[in-house]
T-cell receptor
Framework: SAVISQKPSRDICQRGTSLTIQCQVD?????MFWYRQQPGQSLTLIAT?????????ESGFVIDKFPISRPNLTFSTLTVSNMSPEDSSIYLC????????????FGPGTRLTVL | DQQVKQNSPSLSVQEGRISILNCDYT??????FLWYKKYPAEGPTFLIS?????DKNEDGRFTVFLNKSAKHLSLHIVPSQPGDSAVYFC??????????FGAGTRLTVKP
């Protein structure tokens, strides 16, 4: 298993601003993922971030809104840009065990509220 | 397009009794299924999984059943304990493709 930390754990932001969420893993991992969980909804994959390549975004998510960095095998950031109240959500990063997506380990999440 | 559905948002069970959490899916290509448990202010943690070549997998008090013809899986917890109170997410994947999650079921185990 992997130990994953996220910063900040929560934040309250103003409309139109941007927030960068950090994800740190205690071991080197190839695949990292960013999810969003809106109130009462399932976890939705935003993008897959592999070190050394551009992030791959899921349908409905674009790089201009959710830019991602993956500078090394233990760290990634997700920025939520030009925020609106609809971006209020829990954002989670996860890493995959081995070479498969099948079992993932999640960070504690970042609870974002946009006013 | 919600490919994985958990139709019960909540479930309440008495301590010592069985908890049964249900999950339905629509994509017949899914071949790996997982259950995650989530406590408040924590990320989901992996609980148990099952491959599509099996119909049952057991780990201590937790058993997952898979009915491929019905596209249905369930998680049984017996006996249920107050510490099992959490939100349980069902997830499914096809090969090495992305996992799809259900919306979760909040389980409350009453002492």
């Amino acid at each position: 298993s992997a130990v994953i930390s996220q910063k900040p754990s929560r934040d309250i932001c103003q409309r139109g601003t941007s927030l960068t969420i950090q994800c740190q893993v205690d071991s080197q991992v190839t695949m990292m993922f960013w999810y969003r969980q809106q109130p009462g909804q399932s976890l939705t994959l935003i993008a897959t971030a592999n070190q050394g390549s551009e992030a791959t975004y899921e349908s409905g998510f674009v790089i201009d809104k959710f830019p991602i960095s993956r500078p090394n095998l233990t760290f990634s950031t997700l920025t939520v840009s030009n925020m609106s109240p609809e971006d209020s959500s829990i954002y989670l990063c996860s890493v995959a065990s081995g070479s498969s997506y099948n079992e993932q380990f999640f960070g504690p999440g970042t609870r974002l509220t946009v006013l | 397009d919600q490919q994985v559905k958990q139709n019960s948002p909540s479930l309440s069970v008495q301590e010592g009794r069985i908890s049964i959490l249900n999950c339905d899916y629509t994509n017949s290509m899914f071949d790996y299924f997982l259950w995650y448990k989530k406590y408040p202010a924590e990320g989901p943690t992996f609980l148990i999984s099952i491959s599509s070549i099996k119909d049952k997998n057991e780990d201590g008090r937790f058993t997952v059943f898979l009915n491929k013809s019905a596209k249905h899986l369930s998680l049984h917890i017996v006996p249920s304990q107050p510490g099992d109170s959490a939100v349980y997410f069902c997830a499914a994947s096809e090969g090495n493709n992305d996992m799809r999650f259900g919306a979760g079921t909040r389980l409350t185990v009453k002492p």
